[in-house]
């Protein structure tokens, strides 16, 4: 069984600038979250999709959006970056999504810094 | 929204018990959870209540009280590898189900 997975690992970005980060979610598993965690703070959560739907969104601005492809792996995108947004991004798949979601499993996450 | 209040950090001997406190409030509630963090690693589930009472896992307990809005991780017979930060999270019904985190605690295990 492959867990979740993340990439980059690490990447380097300019204010304004934008980027995209990838994850695969586990095997079976349709619903995937993403969260961003400063240091030395829990995670936050951005957004969560299921079955290529937005299924609920924190308190996160529009230049924070996603995808979910039918392969259920996820995207998360933002646009003119700030160096606020140096973080580590995390993303969690879980296998069923709404009442029945229980375990999040959680990739490596990408640590962004915005410089 | 919610509000989740946990220790900054703790210190403990190998070997004792640590016990991690946890207070939410929140309109929805639909389980707690508490995870595992060692640096620069990804969260790793430990832990998940619902009812009130204790869940016991090995050498790690969690505790809940929804009517106190509390809930604690217990760590017994504490090794070296523990050394981490401990999460607590709260999933609300009314937010989509979504997780809300507290800071976490840094426990740092010393020999």
């Known amino acids: 069984e492959t867990g979740v997975t993340q990439s980059p690992t690490h990447l380097i970005k300019t204010r304004g600038q934008q980027v995209t980060l990838r994850c695969s979610s586990q095997?079976?598993?349709?619903?995937v979250s993403w969260y961003q965690q400063a240091l030395g703070q829990g995670p936050q959560f951005i957004f969560q999709?299921?079955?290529?739907?937005?299924?609920g969104r924190g308190n996160f601005p529009p230049r924070f959006s996603g995808l979910q492809f039918p392969n259920y792996s996820s995207e998360l995108n933002v646009n003119a970056l700030e160096l606020d947004d140096s973080a580590l991004y995390l993303c969690?798949?879980?296998?069923?999504?709404?009442?029945?979601?229980?375990?999040?499993?959680f990739g490596p996450g990408t640590r962004l810094t915005v410089t | 929204g919610q509000n989740i209040d946990q220790p900054t950090e703790m210190t403990a001997t190998e070997g004792a018990i640590v016990q991690i406190n946890c207070t939410y409030q929140t309109s929805g509630f639909n389980g707690l959870f508490w995870y595992q963090q060692h640096a620069g690693e990804a969260p790793t589930f430990l832990s998940y209540n619902v009812l009130d009472g204790l869940e016991e896992k090995g050498r790690f307990s969690s505790f809940l009280s929804r009517s106190k809005g509390y809930s604690y991780l217990l760590l017994k017979e504490l090794q070296m590898k523990d050394s981490a930060s401990y999460l607590c999270?709260?999933?609300?019904?009314?937010?989509?189900?979504?997780?809300?985190f507290g800071g976490g605690t840094r426990v740092l295990v010393k020999p």
């Open positions: 999709y299921y079955r290529e739907e937005e299924n």
């Open positions: 999270a709260v999933r609300d019904r009314t937010a989509g189900n979504k997780l809300t």
């Open positions: 095997s079976g598993h349709n619903t």
């Open positions: 969690a798949s879980s296998p069923v999504g709404g009442e029945n979601s229980y375990e999040q499993y």
